[in-house]
Antibody, heavy 120, light 108 residues
Framework: QVQLQESAPGLVKPSQTLSLICTVS??????????WTWIRQHPGKGLEWIGY???????YYNPSLKSRVSISVDTSKNQFFLDLSFMTAADTAVYYC????????????WGQGTLVTVSS | EIVLTQSPGTLSLSPGERGTLSCRAS???????LAWYQQKPGQAPRLLIY???RRATGIPDRFSGSGSGTDFTLTISRLEPEDSAVYHC?????????FGQGTKVEVK
């Protein structure tokens, strides 16, 4: 059974870059059948899709975040990564890594989520 | 960008009653690429419905989805206390996936 686990930086200072790691177990990122994605949820709010990566390296980002986002993958470690630059208080949220079967297009597996707080 | 609007904001019902949740899209969702997720407090969301009406693996048949175009519905028949949660709809018809703001269901 596949499991996803986000790293936990916790607190980030304004203007800094958030770096998150998602470690995948029970499945290989190199399996070409999936998009590996990041989603966030502001406190008490709805969900916001950040972007996704395929093991080939192809990516797609939410246009509202595109200038600040980078998603990458390390298939040898079975991990994928999120970098979000120029963090502000508005980026305080729970960040989830997820798996999306390409053929189905919906999120079938979620990490537990990690709360990232932006504060000096 | 397809904007999804969910209603009502909160639904309070008793066990055994039927719950009807709405998700309206700002433009037609092609191929009915509309999903529903359930999120309990402190947990990640869980996939309930995809393709507007297909139940995900292990989801009880009292959860059903319907609709097409711009209007979609999640129906929970015979509500149980464990169904208390926030329900999110999501469209994946376009490259920019978007979610509704969620409907909170209280069963008590």
């Amino acid at each position: 059974q596949v499991q996803l686990q986000e790293s936990a930086p916790g607190l980030v200072k304004p203007s800094q870059t958030l770096s998150l790691i998602c470690t995948v177990s029970g499945d290989s990122i190199s399996d070409g059948d999936y998009y590996w994605t990041w989603i966030r949820q502001h406190p008490g709010k709805g969900l916001e899709w950040i972007g996704y990566i395929h093991h080939s390296g192809s990516t797609y980002y939410n246009p509202s975040l595109k200038s600040r986002v980078s998603i990458s993958v390390d298939t040898s470690k079975n991990q994928f990564f999120l970098d979000l630059s120029f963090m502000t208080a508005a980026d305080t949220a729970v960040y989830y890594c997820t798996r999306v079967p390409i053929i189905r297009g919906v999120i079938d597996t979620w990490g537990q989520g990690t709360l990232v707080t932006v504060s000096s | 960008e397809i904007v999804l609007t969910q209603s009502p904001g909160t639904l309070s019902l008793s066990p055994g009653e039927r719950g009807t949740l709405s998700c309206r899209a700002s433009q037609s969702v092609n191929s009915n690429y509309l999903a529903w997720y359930q999120q309990k407090p402190g947990q990640a969301p869980r996939l309930l419905i995809y393709g507007a009406s297909r139940r995900a693996t292990g989801i009880p048949d009292r959860f059903s989805g319907s609709g097409s175009g711009t209007d979609f519905t999640l129906t929970i028949s015979r509500l149980e206390p464990e169904d208390s949660a926030v329900y999110h709809c999501q469209q994946y018809a376009t490259s920019l996936w978007t979610f509704g703001q969620g409907t909170k269901v209280e069963v008590k």
